[in-house]
Structures are given as C-alpha cells and as structure tokens.
C-alpha cells in the first residue's frame, strides 16, 4: 500500500500506465501543478505547442499512428475553449482522445449561483464539451479522481471509439491522496450476441452465393476494431472487388486487381460505376454518409442487394424510412463478424474474373490525371502522381480540407504500404500541420508528409515553431492557389462563380510563405510548374530536416470528377440488365462529366 502522494503526480503516473509516451497542450495557471508533476517524469514527455487547438488536433494524429490513446492537457477557461475544434474532428471520426482540463478551485465555482462567473478565468467545460464528446466530467471531490480517470480512458477506447473530458479544479490537483484507497472504476461487462451475428453472417453468405457482381466496403471500422488484416483476408480469399472508403483507402495499393477505387461524390469514376453496376453492396464498419451515397439516396447502387454493418446502431437507425433500404443490417463489431464468418465457411467458389475485368477496364479508362495544358502552374493532381512515385514504403501522409483533401483522396495512387489520413468528417481547415505533428512525435520522430492549402496553413501557421522546435522532418507542402478553391468550385455551381470571400480580390490576404517558413527558420522551397515538380519534389522528401514547399497551383484548378448536390453518384444510366450486362460485360458511362455541369 502506497502512502499518500500529490494528485497531480497520480495524474501524471495514470497516464504512464496508460502506455502514452507524449502528451501534447498549452499551461497556465489551473494546470501548472499537473504539467509540474509530468514534468518530473522520466517516461512522458509533454510537447508544448502555440495552441490549444492544435494540441487537440496533435493529439489526434498521435492515436491514429500508434492505436492508443491520445492526451491532451490544458488550463482552464481560454485553454479548453480552444480544444473544441479538434475534439470535434476526433468525436466524428472516432479516436479516442482524453482530454484533461484545470479549474478554478472548488471554492471558486460558480455552481447554482446564477451568476456567470467566480473564478478567473472559470467557464464550464464539462457541460460545454457533453454533446461532442462520449463522456464529459468535472471531478470536484478528489476520493473520485481515480474513479473518473478510469472510467474516462475506458470509454474513451471502447465501443465506438471517441474522445473524453475530465475537468480537473486547481485545489483537486494539489491534494494528497491515497490512490490504492480510492474507488476505481469497474466497466460493464458487455454481451455480445454471437448467435445473432453468425445468423446474419449466414444471410450474407447466402447473398455472395447468389451474387454476380458483388463488391465490399470496407470503413473506418475497419481500422478502428484492428482487424484490417482480417478484412484484406476475407477479400482474398473470395476474390471479391473492394470498394475503399476514404478512411480505408490505404489498405489496397493500387494496382490490386481486387482495388475497385473510392467512391462517392468527390472520388473517381470507375470506383463508382462499380458500385453502381454492382448486384450486392457488403458494407462492413460504415455509416455510409451521403458523401459516399450522393444523392437522393433511393439512387445508390439501386439494382443491387445491401448489406450494412456498423457497431453504433444509431447510425442503422438513422436509415429507418429514408429512401435508402438496407436487406440487411447488422448491429456488430466487425470483428466478431469476420469471427462468425469463419465458422459459417460455406461461400461457394466463385469465378468474377469477367467482373474484375470491367474494373480494371473502367480503372484504366479514367485515371485520376491526365497531363494539363497550363505550363506556368504546378497541376495537382500531377503533384500527387509524383508523390506516389517519390514516397517511400512506410509514408505517413496527411492532408487538410477542401479542395486538397478530395484531390488527394482521387489522385494519390498508392504503391506501397503506407498510412494516409485526415480530419474525415469534421475537416477543419488548418488540421493537417499539427496532426502531423502528432504523428511525427507517434512515429519516432521519423518522416511525414503534410499536404494543406494557402488558407489551411494559415490556420495554425503558428506551429512552424513547433516543428522548428523539436527539428520534426515534417515536409510541408501547401497547395497555394491564392483562395479557397473547393468554395470556389460550389460558387461555380450555384452562384454564377462570384467569389465573395474567396479569392485575393475578396478578402482572402495570401502572404509569401517561403518568407515565413524562412523567419521560422524552416528549409524553404518554391516549386512553380509541373516541370519542377520531380527533382524539387524528390529533393524536400530526402532532406533530413523540416521543410516547407509553396507549391504554385492554378487558381482554375478544381476537384474533378465531383458531382454537384443532388446528382447521383454516377452517370450510367440507364443500367443495363442483368441478362445484357452478363451477355457483355460491360456499362457504358455516360458521355457527360461528373461535375455536375
């Protein structure tokens, strides 16, 4: 039995035992004692960046790379308001992140008061941070510090995975303690209906089974459950064509036979003429958003049979009477789904060879670049042609929001085995640079590729002294366009292209960010046209150092194919029949783009 110790050095030991080696925030005044106690640690380090928001979002890289936890520590008031946007970006995607926030004193709260504040610098986070996190607390007696600690961390990484809250005041920080002596924290015991799984594990088999043209998505649950390697299996072994979700776009190298491509609005074609043309949908670890599903959603893959597997049944729910019909629905964690399909084990030897062909016919028709005629600007999707061929096995690659995100989830091709992420769903601009920073700090400090606009960088231009800091070989590459292309293209769509608050002329200050990477101290590239693209390019991956590259591209550049809401995921229409697609194997597309014109 432990004799008494300091609160905050239990705080500090609680995440050691956690398995986190980085912990990423900003101090001050409610947190100094917290920081004080990591500080004296040996086996945790705290990495100071200039912003609470990109401590969040650090902290989100750093779980997506090593599968743990992720932690935050901030001060009170200003400091946990500036955790918000990042919280928001792990709460949509799922990672689980503890966020630990100081208080003012207990004897400071305002509690019932009705008035607005006590404390300096006093607001309510737990309450704030409720609707955007799993769970959200305020431990104001410290026999419960154990207690909430625990309970927070497990459900931060149970379940559907997401981020958590303990707001912490000054003097339950600074308390003596006996943590052997304290209540700790007994999950749950969670049932798991197995035999319901294998049932409806045995109705998908009866799908494949009388399928011709089917095809799976895999999604972020996938990765979320672990169970990547058995899902590639599992599509081997039946040969099947897969369908990658952006979250999962990583798992297939391109040239797979069985790689179908992305599909949705943003994605290329031949991913969604093979949804579209398929006869079952297996939709495993997904919500199946309307970015994949386009819209109206009664036109998404409308001939084939669909399967949905999603360990949140809200998310199932959500599709009782929409026009979008699931045959099947399965309420599960995938991996004791791909648990039950190994002891269902009764799919019949298929031949799709004829199938994978129309892919491959489709995939080879539209690729994601042809050569652009414009010779003053770099394309960017030539960009990301060269960076496919210049990274190396083992690449962390991370892009932002907005028009470079959706081109590089359509035009990077990969061909070796690498991570690719983002802030998926809530995509804030700005996100990319201190998500890798996170990663970066997750991957032993070895190299990672941020990819981020003119207008995301200025975001959180403020950690270029963060990286500059810790020497962190993180190549930046902003793709400067002068504006915000993506809102441009939906102003193209709808408001005759007027550019209001979009471009240099309308608000948006564009400065010389080879002239800040330089006052940051940062190794500096301008890369202006396609033909620089290869040496300078290949130059900024090899350098053993930070590096910032201001990539000239177009201000006309657009995400192409992208389908203007409203407009179905793809153009062939109408599909053939069953009988003529089997006689020829084929769907011709239509003539007409898919951007919607």
Request: with cysteine; glycine share 8%.
């Amino acid at each position: 039995m432990r004799d008494k110790m300091k609160a905050s050095d239990y705080i500090a030991e609680f995440l050691v035992n956690l398995g986190v080696k980085h912990i990423f925030g900003i101090t001050g005044g409610a947190i100094v004692h917290t920081f004080d106690s990591i500080g004296k640690r040996k086996d945790i380090e705290y990495i100071c960046t200039q912003h609470e928001q990109a401590a969040a979002m650090a902290a989100d890289g750093y779980s997506r790379i090593t599968k743990n936890i992720g932690v935050t520590v901030t001060t009170s008031g200003p400091g946990a308001t500036n955790l918000l946007t990042g919280t928001c970006c792990s709460y949509y995607d799922s990672i689980p992140i503890l966020n630990i926030t100081g208080q003012v004193a207990t004897n400071r709260l305002r509690g019932d008061k009705g008035v607005r504040q006590i404390g300096f610098q006093e607001t309510p986070i737990s309450k704030i941070y409720k609707p955007v996190t799993k769970y959200s607390v305020l431990v104001d007696n410290p026999k419960m510090l154990r207690y909430e600690l625990e309970k927070a961390a497990h459900i931060a990484k149970s379940g559907r995975p997401g981020p958590v809250l303990v707001d912490i005041p000054d003097d339950i920080q600074r308390a003596d303690i006996n943590p052997d002596r304290l209540p700790s924290y007994i999950p749950e015991k969670i049932s798991v209906d197995y035999a319901k799984i294998k049932e409806q594990a045995m109705q998908c088999v009866e799908l494949i089974n009388n399928s011709e043209r089917p095809i799976i998505v895999l999604g972020a649950g996938v990765k979320l459950s672990g169970c990547e390697e058995e899902a590639m299996k599992f599509v081997r072994n039946l040969k099947i064509p897969v369908a990658l979700t952006w979250a999962t776009r990583d798992l297939f190298l391109e040239d797979n036979e069985l790689n179908a491509g992305g599909f949705g609005i943003t994605s290329q074609r031949y991913g969604n003429f093979a949804i579209q043309n398929s006869d079952l949908v297996l939709a495993l670890g997904t919500r199946m958003d309307t970015h994949h599903t386009g819209t109206p959603l009664n036109m998404f893959a409308r001939e084939a049979k669909k399967v949905i597997l999603d360990i949140d049944n809200t998310e199932l729910e959500k599709f009782r009477g929409s026009e979008l019909k699931w045959d099947v629905s399965i309420n599960a964690d995938v991996k004791d789904f791909f648990m039950a399909l190994q002891d269902v084990r009764n799919v019949k030897e298929k031949n799709l060879s004829g199938w994978l062909d129309r892919i491959k016919e489709w995939k080879d028709k539209y690729p994601p670049y042809k050569e652009s005629a414009k010779t003053d600007y770099v394309d960017s999707y030539a960009f990301l042609e060269v960076l496919s061929k210049e990274s190396l096995e083992g690449d962390i690659i991370i892009t932002d929001a907005g028009g470079n995100l959706a081109q590089t989830m359509g035009g990077y091709r990969f061909r070796k085995k690498q991570t690719l992420f983002s802030a998926f769903n809530h995509s804030p601009m700005g996100n990319s640079l201190p998500e890798s920073i996170g990663a970066c700090f997750a991957n032993d400090k070895r190299p990672v590729v941020c990819i981020i606009g003119d207008g995301g960088i200025q975001m959180n231009i403020q950690e270029l002294a963060t990286i500059k800091y810790h020497n962190l070989p993180i190549k930046i590459f902003v793709f400067n366009n002068k504006g915000y292309g993506m809102i441009q293209q939906t102003q193209d769509d709808w408001l005759n292209s007027r550019y209001e608050a979009s471009d240099m002329e309308n608000g948006i200050p564009v400065p010389d960010f080879v002239k800040i990477g330089n006052a940051y101290g940062l190794k500096t590239e301008r890369i202006k046209n396609n033909k620089q693209l290869a040496s300078k390019l290949k130059n900024a991956l090899r350098y053993d150092g930070p590096v910032l590259c201001d990539v000239n591209i177009s201000p006309d550049q657009r995400t192409v194919p992208m389908l203007k809401v409203g407009r179905p995921i793809e153009d062939a229409k109408p599909l053939l029949s069953r009988e003529e697609f089997l006689e020829n194997m084929i769907v011709k597309p239509a003539e007409q783009s898919l951007k919607g014109e």
